[in-house]
């Protein structure tokens, strides 16, 4: 219960893993948290791929690979290089426990839950429609029905965070900086997916997907198996899709019918549909995180790392970082920006900004030389493949001169020299 009447130490908002690993750090510790969340309950209204990573998710749920609502353990990632017909693919497998596939509706449910246990207040359907402030200081939320007062607000409402939009802390997000993803979750017999993906038991398989009916946008697809269903899915920017008119919803049609994966989800019933967006800014759109009696936490503050399909792992260490800080604060009583501003500086030092860090330039790369990177040098990879296999009488050596001489002449020298030369800017800005 609330010590005064609707005053708290902290309100989050948001039930995702982001705002769930903040307010459980902070029940923990023995301090009083509300937790409020849109949705009829925590996860109704989540969309992800998705796997959550093991050994981030422990930091906050130790116990959970035998208590939560886990799909299964992934043990193989299958990278896909789809041409128009034909494909490429390299499988990665290894049994070491990197992650899981979940369904959100299931597990975050069950987050929030383990949250409750543990003193956190939970208020479902109620929407944040504005933050109080006194003077520069946030002091607390308005809900349709009431006001919520605190000590600390922590905004964890995802991607649009239309809160930290009103108090200045983050710009409208540029179409460039942010992917819409369509999925659909496609009910198979478990037998069915063992066979299909050569697994066993609770094993499980990750699909990433370049090209196909993604051939030069920038977008990717990707693939998850879970206990009784399989869920396929893409994510490209807005402003490819604005910009080019595509339908995402025909694009993953045409995916689902590529011959690589029609076979894999044949005879499979849809169980559900849903659309999302990715924050796909990086490091240099990462908005202030902080403030005056307010911290921003996960895909609020724009913590996605896109190439590695991770986003749940940064929002779990970033409300996790979040709540430490506020207990500091709280136990100094002071709540200004100069104090919460650890939480950025605990986020510096851990792998969150680090790594988008390490990648801050790629999403400049990608957009510039997208056309090179995600469909000349895709096909190029299945047209060798092809040359390789092939067996039609022309000695070896001369399919070898052929390809070799069609990279040359299917794209311009000067453009070859372009995406070498930016490749060696990415690497040298990832490596060094
Ligand atoms: C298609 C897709 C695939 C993905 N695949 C993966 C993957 O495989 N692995 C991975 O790690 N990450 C993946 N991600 C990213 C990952 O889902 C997000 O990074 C992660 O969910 C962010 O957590 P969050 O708590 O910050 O935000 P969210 O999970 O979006 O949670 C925000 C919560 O806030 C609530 N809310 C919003 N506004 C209000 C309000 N005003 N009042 C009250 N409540 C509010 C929402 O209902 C929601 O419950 C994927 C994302 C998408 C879209």
């Known amino acids: 219960m609330l010590r005064d009447y609707n005053k708290t130490d902290v309100i989050v908002v948001g039930a995702g893993p982001a705002g769930v690993s903040c307010a459980i750090t902070l029940a923990r510790a023995g301090k009083e948290v509300v937790l409020i969340e849109r949705g009829a309950f925590a996860g109704s209204k989540n969309v992800f791929g998705g796997a959550i990573y093991t050994q981030p998710t422990k930091e906050i749920f130790p116990n959970f690979e035998t208590e939560a609502p886990v799909e299964r353990r992934n043990i193989a990632h299958n990278f896909m290089i789809l041409g128009e017909k034909d494909s490429t693919t390299i499988s990665y497998r290894n049994d070491d426990n990197v992650s899981?596939?979940?369904?959100?509706?299931?597990?975050?449910?069950?987050?929030a839950e383990e949250a409750k246990k543990a003193g956190v207040t939970l208020v479902e359907e109620t929407v944040v429609r504005s933050l109080i402030k006194n003077g520069t200081t946030v002091v607390g939320v308005q809900t349709e029905l009431e006001d919520y007062y605190a000590d600390i607000v922590v905004l964890a409402?995802?991607?649009?965070?239309?809160?930290?939009?009103?108090?200045?802390?983050?710009?409208?997000?540029?179409?460039?900086?942010?992917?819409?993803?369509?999925?659909?979750?496609?009910?198979?017999?478990?037998?069915?997916?063992?066979?299909?993906?050569?697994?066993?038991d609770e094993q499980g398989a990750i699909g990433e997907i370049f090209g196909g009916p993604m051939l030069g946008m920038l977008g990717l697809g990707f693939m998850y198996t879970n206990k009784d269903s399989v869920t396929i899915g893409l994510g490209i920017t807005l402003n490819d899709?604005?910009?080019?008119?595509?339908?995402?919803?025909?694009?993953?049609?045409?995916?689902?019918?590529?011959?690589?994966?029609?076979?894999?989800i044949e005879g499979g019933t849809l169980e559900e549909y849903s659309a999302h967006l990715i924050p796909e800014g990086g490091y240099k759109k990462v908005p202030k995180l902080c403030d005056n009696g307010v911290m921003v936490v996960g895909d609020a503050g724009m913590l996605v790392n896109n190439l590695h399909w991770e986003g749940t792992n940064l929002a779990m260490i970033s409300g996790k970082l979040a709540a430490e800080t506020a207990i500091d604060a709280l136990n100094s009583g002071n709540f200004s920006r100069r104090t919460l501003s650890l939480y950025e500086r605990k986020l510096k030092e851990t792998f969150v900004l680090k790594d988008l860090k390490t990648y801050k330039d790629l999403m400049d790369v990608m957009h510039?030389?997208?056309?090179a990177f995600l469909s000349y040098y895709l096909k190029k990879i299945n047209s060798f493949f092809e040359m390789f296999t092939s067996v039609n009488s022309i000695p070896k050596k001369e399919n070898y001169h052929k390809f070799i001489k069609s990279i040359f002449t299917d794209r311009k020298i000067s453009e070859l020299f372009k995406d070498a030369w930016a490749i060696i800017r990415l690497l040298w800005s990832i490596l060094v």
């Open 100 to 111: 899981y596939s979940v369904i959100r509706g299931k597990f975050d449910r069950w987050a």
């Open 157 to 200: 409402d995802g991607v649009n965070s239309l809160l930290a939009k009103q108090i200045k802390l983050r710009k409208e997000i540029e179409p460039k900086d942010v992917a819409l993803s369509v999925k659909e979750v496609i009910k198979l017999d478990k037998n069915i997916i063992n066979q299909r993906f050569n697994l066993q």
């Open 241 to 264: 899709l604005v910009e080019n008119n595509y339908r995402p919803f025909e694009i993953l049609e045409a995916l689902k019918s590529h011959p690589m994966i029609a076979p894999l």
């Open 368 to 371: 510039q030389r997208q056309k």
